[in-house]
């Protein structure tokens, strides 16, 4: 997996192709596994999604509910 420009891209070393899993509309940040496998990014907006076995986007956990949109900010000021 990589990010470029903000968006996701997963890279196959065997057949050397590569294919974008976003799109422009939303902006990664971050990007994280686990252990187990488990494959999450973020956005500046707060909202972490999970990238599932079938490389399907869902929303994971959003700070937005809970702290707005001022999360964002409060990042950009530290």
Same mark, same amino acid.
């Given at each position: 997996m990589v990010i470029s420009n903000g968006m996701l891209y997963l890279h196959n070393l065997t057949n050397k192709v590569t294919r974008q899993l976003t799109k422009s509309n939303l902006y990664i940040t971050s990007l994280c596994s686990t252990k187990s496998g488990k494959l999450y990014? @973020?956005?500046?907006e707060g909202i972490i999604y999970l990238v599932n076995e079938k490389y399907q986007i869902t929303p994971f956990l959003d700070f937005?509910?809970?702290f707005e949109k001022?999360? @964002?900010i409060a990042l950009k000021k530290h």
């Open positions: 990014f @973020g956005t500046p937005t509910k809970s001022k999360i @964002g």
